[in-house]
């Protein structure tokens, strides 16, 4: 085993991964911000492409297709390889976003942790942007308590925090440079803090699973098979997208996200 898979075996994450050159990172965030520019005063529609990013925008697609970043996700998950999601999470400079403490797989209504994220910077994340804090060890365990807060600054979808104590003295930072990116395992306990910086904190998060998965619902999601081969049929492979926003592909990821409301919101309506 190489001794950087022993590592993220041990702690359930490694960083930094050089993956994209400068010019490359350049061009990629001016094509979301001229996305951004373009449909800033359809919320919903920006909102929809910024958290299904490789079903509307076709350089996220690329992205999750490169065999820099596939070649380090191949060796954790093996040759057969699905993209469930890819979203961006971006913090504007000087901002009250945050992302509490939690568990990525608590809520997506998956059957097992065949999954690894990883997580690329087209800005800088550094501790004054609010870069990612991991918890060393931490999926290892089981998924713990979360409990919703639905606190407006906070970026996940139901404010969901860990319901444990976290060490934050215990907590490593994971610094990047614009091009590199982070792995991190679905049960390692992470979040992060605000943007104090004068620049954009842009990652995009992207969810690379095993075809072997499969939603606890009844219902299949979308996934997008990027390495391999899909002998298991768990999910509805989708193509790469038609074009940026397109219309088709438009009304199969809100379909998509009605089926995924069913686990990710599951519970809200008796709590609230
Ligand atoms: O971007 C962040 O600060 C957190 C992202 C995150 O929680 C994730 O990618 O799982």
Redesign the pocket.
Known sequence: MSSWLADYEKQGYYFPVSVLDAATVQRYRAELEAMEARYQTDTDLKKLAIGQANSLIPFVDEITRADNILNPVREILGPNILVWNSSF?I?EPHTENF?SW?Q?LTYWGLTDSHEV?V?VALSAATVQS???KFIPGTHTGSIVGHRDTFDEKN??SRGQELAVDVNEEDAVDVVLKPGEMSL?HGQVF???NTNKSNDRRI?L?IRYITPDMQQTINEKTDAKLVSGVDEFHHFNLTDAPRGLLDPEDIVATRRDIAIRQKFLMAGVDQKT
């Open positions: 999470f913090k992302i939690h990525d994220t997580w609010g870069c990612m970026l996940l991190h992470h979040g992060s990652g998060a």
